[in-house]
């Protein structure tokens, strides 16, 4: 299972967009990256998922170059409520091996 | 109501005592999964299930036990609690390939072992 990699923290004024890389050089041809979002004392929810390209909906933005060794998601204009925790998680969405979420981005949006 | 709902939401035990975290689905997902999550360590994988009596090993599954003889139920038994199995305690679903692919997740359980 490709293993992922991020910052571990992150400080964004409101109004700013923010960008959160995660290096997964390990890839697999068929793994997906999907973005995870969690507030304390909640379960992570989901907010976006790619396999190439760029992918938008209506809370953020995917990245993901060429290579596929990296994404960036993509937070426009941050609100205090966008402080969270948020994981990038690698693997195939029809075997179910995208088991591991790591110690995820702690994003802090100060006012 | 529809969802993945955990019991209880608390719980404080003694040391050496056996405890079960309840974890119920109401979709039919064919994937269950337990983690724990710690300061500073994240979500980390304690078990996972395919299927109804299919399951499988995470990242830290010493001192714990799964079962899965229905679909819809993935309770978790701590055998003989450590103070170093407190902690909060999500369960989680999923279903492959069924387009966008993600876990839902339960509210939590925090367990606290005295």
């Known amino acids: 299972l490709a293993k992922t990699t991020q910052p571990i923290s992150m400080d964004s004024y409101e109004g700013q967009e923010v960008n959160i890389t995660c290096s997964h050089n390990?890839?697999?041809?068929?793994?997906?990256i999907t973005w995870y979002q969690q507030f304390p004392s909640q379960g992570p929810r989901f907010i976006i998922q790619?396999?190439?390209t760029k992918v938008t909906n209506e809370v953020a933005s995917l990245f993901i170059p060429a290579d596929r060794k990296s994404s960036t998601l993509s937070l426009p204009r941050v609100s205090l409520s966008d402080t969270a925790v948020y994981y990038c998680l690698v693997g195939d969405p029809n075997t179910g091996n995208q088991f591991y979420f790591g110690t995820g981005t702690s994003l802090t949006v100060i006012p | 109501d529809a969802g993945i709902t955990q019991s209880p939401r608390y719980k404080i035990t003694e040391t050496g005592r056996q405890v079960t975290l309840m974890c119920h689905q109401t979709w039919s997902h064919s994937y269950m999964f337990w983690y724990r999550q710690d300061l500073g360590h994240g979500l980390r994988l304690i078990y996972y299930s395919a299927a109804a009596d299919i399951t499988d090993k995470g990242e830290v599954p010493d001192g714990y036990v799964v079962s899965r003889s229905k679909t819809e139920n993935f309770p978790l038994t701590l055998e003989s609690a450590t103070r170093s199995q407190t902690s909060v305690y999500f369960c989680?679903?999923?279903?492959?390939?069924?387009?966008?692919?993600?876990?839902?997740f339960g509210s939590g359980t925090r367990l606290t072992v005295v």
């Open positions: 390990n890839i697999a041809t068929n793994d997906y």
């Open positions: 989680a679903s999923s279903e492959p390939g069924t387009g966008v692919y993600g876990y839902t």
């Open positions: 790619g396999y190439k």
